[in-house]
């Protein structure tokens, strides 16, 4: 059993930033990949950005220059570093994380809102 919890969102104004935290626990033998999704009202979940094991990243082109993921495998926890944020980056935050013998699970969401 393992469980991913996110945190670190919440309200800021246009321009301003956010570090977003997911940390997974429980029995973890190997994390691959992991990753950050978000949802908007009336929207399909999209991806936001994702990162290997060793550090290869991607991220959708609508946030590139402006979001930076990255991960600390020794904590199993993967953040989001947002600048520069705008109100159409206004989503449910959520992470994922592709497990050895367990799969893909996903946290529980955290809400970012991005308004003067």
């Known amino acids: 059993q393992v469980q991913l919890v996110e945190s670190g969102g919440g309200l800021v104004q246009p321009g301003g930033s956010l570090r977003l935290s997911c940390a997974a626990s429980?029995?973890?033998?190997?994390?691959?990949?992991m990753g950050w999704y978000r949802q908007a009202p009336g929207k399909q979940r999209e991806l936001v950005a994702t990162?290997?094991?060793?550090?290869?990243?991607n991220y959708a082109e609508s946030v590139k220059g402006r979001f930076t993921i990255s991960r600390d495998n020794a904590k199993n926890t993967v953040y989001l570093e947002m600048n520069s944020l705008k109100p159409e980056d206004t989503a449910v935050y959520s992470c994922?994380?592709?497990?050895?013998?367990?799969?893909?699970?996903w946290g529980q969401g955290t809400q970012v809102t991005v308004s003067s």
């Open positions: 990162i290997t094991k060793v550090g290869f990243t």
């Open positions: 429980g029995s973890i033998f190997i994390i691959y990949s």
């Open positions: 994922n994380a592709n497990f050895d013998r367990l799969g893909i699970k």
